[in-house]
């Protein structure tokens, strides 16, 4: 499912049969002594699934991008969650978490925020969707879709009260 998926009027997007693939993805991506860490705030809820559905051992690891945004000036502290990570960053082979991937701009705050505990071995980034629209040279290593959106809409992952996911398309 690493295909772009666009229709022509609406847009429907399984989000649970998008993570069954980002589950596979996750699982071609990790050796023995790969580290997951999620971004907040749909990352986070993806590596903490994706800890259970691994039988990963120890707390899932989740990353901030708050105080690295290149927007902060103007949005503030968006989100009161903070950085937690239950590994020793350096030497280590990380495989970072995002529902989707659009500019890059979160992704680059959270490289800054990773490397303020240490310098790893290897980083890749693994995401459910990636709606292209970069503005920075950033990539995921793995997309569960590709899609296209217009610019005036968002899409963002949404968790029911059974930890179920589904996404929601916003006008911005």
């Not at 693939?21 to 809820?45: F, H, P």
């Not at 990380?94 to 979160?106: E, N, S």
Request: proline share 3%; with cysteine; aromatic share 6%.
């Amino acid at each position: 499912m690493n295909d772009p998926i666009a229709g022509t009027g609406s847009l429907v997007l399984d989000a649970e049969a998008l993570y069954r693939e980002l589950l596979r993805g996750v699982r071609s991506l990790m050796g023995a002594s790969t580290r997951l860490a999620g971004i907040t705030s749909g990352g986070a809820w993806l590596v903490e699934r994706l800890h259970k559905d691994l039988n990963l051992d120890g707390t899932p690891s989740v990353l901030s991008s708050a105080l690295h945004r290149d927007d902060f000036a103007q949005r503030g502290m968006a989100s009161s969650a903070q950085t937690q990570i239950d590994f020793d960053v350096n030497g280590a082979d990380i495989l970072l978490l995002d529902d989707v991937l659009y500019t890059g701009r979160t992704i680059r705050a959270v490289l800054n925020e990773l490397y303020d505990y240490g310098r790893p071995n290897c980083v890749r980034l693994a995401v459910l969707v990636d709606r292209g629209g970069r503005e920075l040279p950033i990539q995921a290593d793995f997309a569960a879709a590709r899609i296209a959106l217009p610019d005036t809409q968002s899409l963002a992952l949404a968790q029911d009260e059974q930890g179920r996911f589904q996404f929601r398309i916003q006008e911005a």
